[in-house]
């Protein structure tokens, strides 16, 4: 699986839209992006996933570049819900998961 | 109500006593998951199981056990716990070939060695 670099935290304003950023230049073209989040110490949640287009969800949205190299995850409006920490993970396809590697993650602090 | 559950939540226990925690899971998947947490470390996976009798190592399996003798149910074996198996332990499962590639978690065992 490709290895995934994120930055360890960051802060965004209540209101404001919060863009999460994934580095993943290793990734292979059968590998999906995937996104969870983790609140305070609870299971971790899956946001989303995306192969090489766009993604968008009731909870957020995937940007991939067309390179597929990186990839930005977007809080639109960011709540004070929000505040976790968000896992970007790559994996090939949805069926073959064995080993599944989470990182070390970004911590985004939603301010008020 | 979908869920993967976890028990106990809370345990403390001594060097050297074997203990279970369980994991069981109604919504028949077939892929099962254990991962263990520490600071800054993320969520690094210990035993994996892709269907009944089929388990296999993660990443950090030393010290640990698994079981996958029936679909719903995965527990995880610590035969003599050291403290450097504190940590808080999560189990997920999924099915196979959903097309989302969602994982569920359970709510966590947050488990201390003494």
């Known amino acids: 699986d490709a290895k995934t670099t994120q930055p360890p935290s960051m802060d965004c304003a209540e209101g404001r839209a919060a863009n999460l950023p994934c580095n993943h230049s290793?990734?292979?073209?059968?590998?999906?992006v995937y996104w969870y989040r983790q609140i305070h110490s609870q299971g971790p949640q899956y946001i989303i996933h995306?192969?090489?287009n766009n993604e968008t969800n009731e909870m957020a949205s995937l940007i991939i570049t067309e390179d597929r190299k990186s990839s930005t995850l977007i809080l639109p409006h960011a709540t004070l819900r929000d505040t976790a920490v968000y896992y970007c993970?790559?994996?090939?396809?949805?069926?073959?998961?064995?080993?599944?590697?989470f990182g070390a993650g970004t911590q985004v602090v939603v301010t008020p | 109500e979908a869920q993967v559950t976890q028990n106990p939540r809370y345990l403390i226990t001594v060097t050297g006593k074997k203990l279970t925690v369980t994991c069981s899971q109604n919504?028949?998947?077939?892929?099962m998951s254990w991962y263990r947490q520490d600071p800054g470390l993320g969520l690094r996976q210990i035993y994996y199981?892709?269907?009944?009798?089929?388990?296999d190592k993660g990443d950090v399996p030393e010290g640990y056990k698994v079981s996958r003798k029936e679909k719903r149910n995965f527990p995880l074996i610590l035969e003599s716990p050291s403290p450097n198996q504190t940590s808080l332990y999560f189990c997920?499962?999924?099915?196979?070939?959903?097309?989302?590639?969602?994982?569920?978690f359970g709510e966590g065992s947050r488990l201390t060695v003494l």
């Open positions: 997920a499962s999924r099915p196979y070939g959903s097309n989302t590639g969602e994982l569920f």
């Open positions: 290793t990734i292979s073209g059968n590998e999906y």
């Open positions: 995306g192969l090489k």
């Open positions: 993970i790559v994996r090939v396809s949805t069926d073959s998961w064995g080993k599944l590697q």
């Open positions: 919504m028949n998947h077939e892929y």
């Open positions: 199981s892709m269907n009944v009798e089929v388990t």
